[in-house]
């Protein structure tokens, strides 16, 4: 069965602050590895990683897939208020593709103190 | 912009009743999934369909059923409501081709069952 681990569960940091998201996952025909935002409502799309060790970036958001060990990083830099939310990571088992199913993680609720 | 809608954000019903959430997307998108969000668990997967008429149990399927009639629409059902199907419900779509493995969410649907 696929499982996904974020951690921590959550954190508290001050604007400015750098935050560092973790995403472990054991999958037995790994596919991709996608991170979300959710705010209040839906989440919305923030990266889809295929490979190991190219870094995808977006403004302060950046995040890193390592296939050997399992594991990819979300790393928020400057961090602000607005990124105050619940991030996900999810992947996707090549075999199980009928219908691109996901498997998420808990999450990582992240709050931004002003 | 693809849009998901979800016919209600908050919802109250009593134990026994059926309940019905609806769920539309206008992107032609071939996938639709059901999960329910719940604090620490994070997304869990229902059901989903990659067809029209099509279905397909995710991981915790029990005490749900769905329907899918039209290929924009995908309707999730509690037959008899019961008090730990208190969650929020998000449905999400997705394409098979293009940038398939994203999946665009709904607002999500959040019910309590007294």
């Known amino acids: 069965e696929d499982k996904v681990v974020q951690s921590p569960l959550s954190l508290v940091v001050h604007e400015g602050d750098t935050v560092t998201l973790n995403c472990s996952y054991e999958?037995?025909?790994?596919?991709?590895l996608l991170w979300y935002k959710q705010e209040k409502k839906a989440p919305t799309f923030l990266f889809m990683l295929t490979s190991s060790g190219i870094e995808k970036k977006s403004g302060r958001l950046s995040s890193i897939l390592d296939k050997k060990e399992l594991f990819s990083i979300l790393n928020i830099t400057a961090t602000q208020t607005g990124d105050s939310a619940v991030y996900l990571c999810?992947?996707?088992?090549?075999?199980?593709?009928?219908?691109?199913?996901?498997?998420f993680g808990g999450g990582t609720r992240v709050l931004v103190k002003p | 912009d693809v849009k998901v809608t979800q016919s209600s954000r908050y919802l109250v019903k009593r134990t026994g009743e059926k309940v019905f959430l609806e769920c539309v997307q206008d992107?032609?998108?071939?996938?639709m999934f059901w999960y329910r969000q719940d604090p620490g668990l994070g997304l869990r997967l229902i059901y989903f369909?990659?067809?029209?008429?099509?279905?397909e149990k995710g991981d915790i399927p029990e005490g749900y059923s769905v329907s899918r009639e039209k290929k924009e629409r995908f309707s999730l059902i509690l037959e008899s409501a019961s008090t730990n199907q208190t969650s929020m419900y998000l449905c999400a779509s997705s394409s098979t081709s293009g940038r398939g493995n994203e999946q665009f969410f709904g607002p999500g649907t959040r019910l309590t069952v007294l």
């Open positions: 369909s990659y067809d029209v008429k099509m279905k």
């Open positions: 999810a992947v996707k088992d090549l075999i199980k593709a009928a219908g691109n199913k996901l498997t």
């Open positions: 992107m032609d998108h071939e996938n």
């Open positions: 999958v037995t025909n790994f596919r991709s």
